[in-house]
């Protein structure tokens, strides 16, 4: 069998989704694994999970005779990836990190330059309800204790759709408030 079916068939026969594997030339195997994702569910990949899989795994390989020298099952993380479009309907709303294949070229109209591929902006579905789009400004961002005065005009927002053919690699912006998890809040 190849190292993709008895990866998946493992992982998803424990109940969890297989978000990613990487096999590096030294020899490492790296998987990683998610719940599934249902709406209104948190649900976060701890250490005994990510053990459970490893142990699972390390029996299915040795019985397949696949070759690696070290094993490692972690979750996505905070930068995580987002690869179709249930992680898209999934992470709406947040703020995320997008590079495209191809710079946006004469689509760009004026108003950001031409040969931008990068973009980090919140992550919304788009007007006619079918696509993508990133909405962003491009004001500096507030520093804590700031003082921002009243009569400071706000930067634009710009907004640029897209599908999920013309990117390169999208995953959530890593940002980290060390004021614990807060509760999402529907908009």
């Known amino acids: 069998m190849a190292l993709q079916q008895i990866v998946q068939e493992t992982v998803t026969g424990l109940g969890y989704d297989l978000v990613e594997i990487d096999r590096t030339a030294g020899g490492l195997l790296r998987i990683t694994i998610d719940w599934p994702w ?97 909405v962003w400004s491009d004001a500096p961002a507030v520093k804590p204790g700031q003082r921002i005065s009243k009569k400071r005009v706000p930067e634009p927002l710009h907004a640029l759709g897209f599908s999920l053919d013309e990117l390169r690699e999208a995953r959530l912006a890593p940002v980290v408030d060390f004021k614990g998890r807060k509760p999402k809040v529907d908009a």
């Open 38 to 134: 249902t709406v209104g569910s948190e649900l976060f990949i701890n250490v005994e999970d990510c053990e459970k899989v490893n142990r699972q795994l390390q029996f299915a390989l040795e019985v397949d005779g696949v070759t690696y020298n070290r094993l490692e099952v972690s979750s996505p993380g905070i930068d995580r990836p987002l690869r179709d479009e249930k992680d898209f309907e999934r992470f709406a709303g947040e703020l995320i990190d997008l590079t495209l294949k191809a710079p946006m070229g004469e689509n760009a109209g004026g108003l950001v330059s031409a040969s931008r591929k990068k973009f980090r902006g919140t992550l919304e579905r788009s007007a006619d309800g079918q696509g993508w789009q990133i």
